[in-house]
């Protein structure tokens, strides 16, 4: 068991970065290109790596531990999550509490080291980042309630116990959609993806995550790109591995079920990328507080 | 009990020692070094109470009516008698050298003796068993928190805060007294084994008048309209003390209370639950508002008594509806949030003092970069920062997972019969939003503080504090990690407090799912600590022998960017709080750009607190409107008021021959 926990950490951190190449792959596949190689991210990350530093003079050592705090906090946070039915290494009672402030920190570092830079456009970035962010909590805990309740589990791997394949077309459906839904909008704006936030935005004034690792570079904007990987996956991973029952079996097979999923979702991301415009900012919470009430429905569905 | 009460007695000496000291400088370090002596005895009584596991009671016969000198330390005085031992040292030590630049202008013999009384009328409130008893300490901590705001007093607006803190205080205390008259009955004395009420209607009222006294002293919603003026107004050492410690004796009678009151009923946690939620948010909303360091921190204990508050009401829910675990889990995380509040509290309060002593300014409009300039300051007030967040690995996070864990566990227990769904809901909900809009008001006041360039010469000047105050800052964020690491260990220490609040309850086997879930978390935080070491270790290697530049902060190629074309903290928090503006309904100044080439343009915002606005301000404009009804009974004239005197005594003559 604990080498099987063991094993999906490693292949979180291994595969994370294929996510974003996957996205961007779709996306070229929608616009008729031929798309960067489905690997570049990895290829961007080591580049990053082998490169020296150039660093603001106005920045101190908050910048600098800004990226490899971020890092480590993403790295934690897999460790809490199941994957295809395998319970995760740190599954307890609570254990998405812990997931949710991982987030959490995350965030509050690469705010921090973005003020740090002392620019008005990171400034800009940090406070639509808390902003967005203080409307997505409760969302998420919501929708952990909802399923926390439905399962009666407060443990992220001990809610797929709760769940039975049966519950996906039976009466549990109603509950695990809206939850999906709102987990997706969550997804979407925690990792900076459109309709809430363009990666590809060119223009500073537009961006909230990309403006607040502008002054990054070289091995410390490597660290964010990875970090960022491992932020996807890991609420990809929330969204498939937690409202999707494994259909049991072999663990290994499973474990590559629940890796295709977790893909699968990079290939919803680039669909919904392709398909849809980024909502103008002030739309932004109006999406994040529709969230809230669909997470607030299926707990309201199932305390019924 | 002995030591306890010989370290009170040795305090209260030496603030009296300090007073005989007066303007010399000696006072600071006879007032600081007793403090620092008697507080190490009272950790020692209140770990041997906690350890023992007894309630050790003293009984002295006292020549006062109804009142007799009857002290006692149970787990729950122990505990926040902890609390107050921990915080208070630190503080002692940081204010000898905070005060030291106003040797010349101030007795501060004076400040000591207040100070150190205001630690001993803490002390005594925590340990008191016998009403009288509670209430003369009661005022003495009033009274000397009130002269110790009052430091500054040369200043109208600390005038203006002082008597406010003074008016507030004692309606609280009007409601207290009601209370313990409503509690005694007619018996002859006022011992707390005595109080007892009367029918459950009685309860009910008693609650709602302690909820009322002891809320204004712990800063409820609306009842905390004097904290945000009274603390930035006092010396920061003495903010740290009023705001990290005193509030909590409001929580602490509140909680004493209840163990009066017999059983609880359901509506009690839903009250409580209520204003947890109330005062949870809209703190931290009005907190976001503010651009006075102090000020901004004093909103943040609104919100910090909020979420104490959350965890009683969880409590009370569990207790009355016969869900153990429940209440087991809320009361264990409101008594640890109390300590954790306390420690991250005093320890932001210091860092705002720093700040102040070094640049003479609390507006965070004016800083900027001081990072760079005070190292240690910054360092630790990030580290408290982050902990008042509620992140892990930090200690604010192990006592909001106590309390999340008893709400999900509510809802997950047994789904659509609790009686507590509702109010579990609640507070997940407010959590889930006082975090979020939490951890944007530290980045912001952090990060306009301590970040970026400096906004003004004062913040370019700036330069560390003296060791005396950087080194109960480091003690204090060390406490912060090391609850936020050992969090099963510091919820050892709240099993005794919780175990006389919950008597039905078997407290210590019930806690212990609760531990063991801590010892995940502190397994996760050490984990992440362990790997950011590596990653850091990571970091230098790849980037030594590489070439590492220094140039500026890009701003889109402009190369001469200033100070002020930096984010402000205004334009940080403006969105937040435009989509709360209908209830912080904030004043806007614009003056636009004009015409084809602006000259001018300013953009001024304000939060006023509404209750302060709407509700305090109206009612006490009708008192005195009429009062001044009443004028034309205190005319003048001598021989009106021997009149007065004759009719008075006339009345009370026929009264009593009737």
Same mark, same amino acid.
């Given at each position: ?304 | ?417 609790? =009686? #507590? +769904?509702? %109010? &579990?809901?609640? *507070?997940? /909900?407010?959590? @889930?939003?006082?975090?979020? $809009? !939490? ?52 919820? =050892? #220490? +709240?099993? %005794? &407090?919780?175990? *006389?609040? /919950?008597?039905? @309850?078997?407290?210590?086997? $019930? !806690? ?147």
């Amino acid at each position: 068991m604990p080498i099987a926990a063991i094993i999906q950490v490693l292949l979180a951190l291994l595969l994370a970065p294929l996510l974003p190449g996957v996205i961007n792959r779709v996306k070229a596949f929608f616009a008729g290109r031929c798309g960067p190689p489905l690997l570049q991210p990895y290829y961007d990350i080591l580049k990053l790596l082998r490169k020296g530093a150039v660093y603001s003079r106005t920045t101190s050592w908050v910048f600098r531990a800004g990226p490899v705090l971020g890092l480590a906090a993403a790295m934690v946070s897999l460790t809490v999550l199941p994957l295809g039915g395998t319970p995760a290494a740190l599954a307890f009672h609570g254990d998405l509490l812990l997931f949710a402030y991982l987030l959490g920190l995350m965030r509050f570092v690469t705010m921090t080291a973005a003020l740090d830079t002392g620019s008005a456009f990171e400034g800009m970035g940090a406070s639509r980042e808390a902003w967005f962010a203080m409307l997505a909590e409760p969302a998420l805990l919501l929708g952990l309630a909802a399923m926390a309740v439905h399962t009666g589990s407060l443990s992220l791997s001990g809610m797929l116990d709760g769940l039975a394949l049966a519950d996906i077309r039976g009466p549990g459906a109603p509950l695990l959609l809206l939850v999906a839904v709102a987990f997706t909008i969550v997804l979407l704006t925690e990792n900076a993806r459109i309709p809430v936030d363009d990666p590809n935005t060119h223009l500073e004034l537009t961006m909230i995550h990309e403006v607040m690792v502008l002054d990054h570079g070289g091995v410390d904007f490597g660290f964010i790109q990875y970090a960022a990987c491992l932020k996807l996956w890991a609420l990809a991973a929330l969204l498939t591995g937690v409202l999707l029952p494994p259909p049991g079996g072999w663990p290994p097979a499973n474990m590559a079920l629940g890796v295709a999923l977790i893909l699968a979702v990079a290939v919803m991301v680039g669909v919904i990328e392709s398909v849809m415009a980024r909502l103008k900012l002030v739309r932004v919470p109006q999406l994040l507080v529709a969230a809230s009430v669909l997470s607030a429905l299926a707990l309201a569905l199932v305390l019924r | 009990m002995m030591l306890f009460l010989t370290a009170l007695a040795v305090m209260t000496a030496g603030g009296a020692a300090c007073l005989l000291i007066g303007r010399r400088p000696a006072a600071s370090w006879v007032g600081a070094s007793t403090c620092v002596l008697a507080s190490a005895a009272v950790l020692a009584a209140a770990a041997g109470a906690m350890i023992s596991g007894r309630a050790d009671e003293l009984l002295l016969p006292w020549p006062i009516p109804f009142g007799s000198f009857h002290v006692g330390v149970d787990g729950l005085s122990a505990f926040f008698a902890l609390v107050i031992a921990l915080v208070c040292p630190a503080a002692a030590i940081y204010g000898v050298s905070y005060l030291k630049p106003y040797q010349e202008k101030k007795s501060l013999g004076r400040t000591w003796f207040f100070f150190n009384l205001l630690i001993v009328s803490m002390l005594l409130v925590v340990a008191a068993r016998d009403a009288v008893l509670f209430l003369i300490a009661w005022e003495v901590m009033a009274l000397t928190s009130f002269f110790l705001v009052m430091f500054d007093g040369e200043q109208a607006e600390t005038v203006a805060a002082g008597w406010t803190y003074l008016i507030a205080t004692h309606l609280g205390t009007a409601f207290l007294l009601a209370m313990f008259v409503l509690l005694s009955g007619d018996g002859p004395s006022m011992d707390f084994s005595r109080l007892r009420a009367a029918s459950p209607a009685a309860a009910g009222a008693c609650f709602l008048l302690a909820l009322a006294g002891f809320g204004t002293k712990a800063g409820f919603v609306p009842l905390h309209v004097w904290l945000p003026q009274a603390h930035p107004a006092a010396p920061s050492h003495v903010s740290a003390v009023m705001s990290g410690v005193m509030i909590k004796t409001g929580i602490y009678g509140l909680l004493r209370v209840l163990t009066l009151l017999g059983a609880p009923e359901g509506w009690w946690g839903w009250t409580l639950v209520g204003v947890g939620a109330v005062s949870g948010i809209l703190g931290v909303l009005l907190a976001l508002a503010q651009h006075d360091l102090k000020r901004l921190l004093a909103y943040h204990s609104v919100e910090n008594i909020g979420i104490i508050t959350l965890g009683i009401g969880l409590g009370l829910i569990g207790a009355s509806s016969g869900d153990a675990a429940l209440a087991v889990l809320g009361m264990l995380g409101a008594i640890l949030h109390v300590l954790n509040h306390a420690v991250f509290k005093a320890l932001l309060f210091l860092g705002a003092g720093a700040i102040l002593h070094a640049t003479g300014s609390r507006n965070i409009e004016q800083l900027g970069g001081l990072i760079r300039r005070m190292g240690t300051t910054g360092a630790t007030f990030l580290i408290g920062s982050a902990a008042i967040s509620g992140l892990p690995p930090l200690n604010g996070f192990v006592s909001e997972f106590l309390i999340y864990a008893g709400a999900f566990g509510a809802l997950a227990g047994k789904p659509g019969t609790g =009686a #507590a +769904a509702l %109010p &579990a809901l609640i *507070v997940i /909900l407010a959590l @889930a939003m006082i975090g979020g $809009l !939490a951890a944007a008001c530290f980045a912001k006041a952090f990060g306009m503080a301590f970040l970026g360039e400096p906004r003004s010469g004062a913040a370019d000047c700036a330069h560390e504090a003296p060791a005396g105050m950087c080194l109960p800052m480091i003690v204090l964020s060390a406490l912060c990690v090391g609850i936020g690491l050992l969090g099963a260990l510091a919820v =050892a #220490a +709240a099993v %005794p &407090a919780a175990a *006389v609040l /919950l008597p039905a @309850a078997d407290v210590l086997d $019930l !806690a212990r799912p609760a531990r063991l879930w801590l010892g995940y978390i502190s397994a996760g935080a050490l984990l992440l600590l362990v790997l950011a070491a590596a990653l850091a270790a990571l970091r230098r290697r790849l980037l030594s022998g590489r070439e590492v530049g220094r140039t500026v902060t890009w701003d889109c190629g402009y190369a001469a960017p200033t100070a002020r074309m930096q984010y402000t903290a205004s334009s940080f928090a403006s969105p937040l709080l435009g989509s709360f503006r209908l209830i912080l309904r904030p004043d806007l100044q614009v003056q636009a750009p004009q015409a084809m080439f602006p000259a001018a343009a300013s953009l001024h915002t304000r939060v006023e607190d509404t209750f302060e606005r709407h509700v305090f301000k109206p009612a006490f404009r009708l008192v005195r409107k009429l009062a001044l009804r009443l004028h034309w009974l205190q005319a003048g004239p001598n021989q009106l008021y021997v009149l007065y005197v004759a009719i008075a005594v006339m009345a009370l003559l026929v009264w009593k021959l009737r």
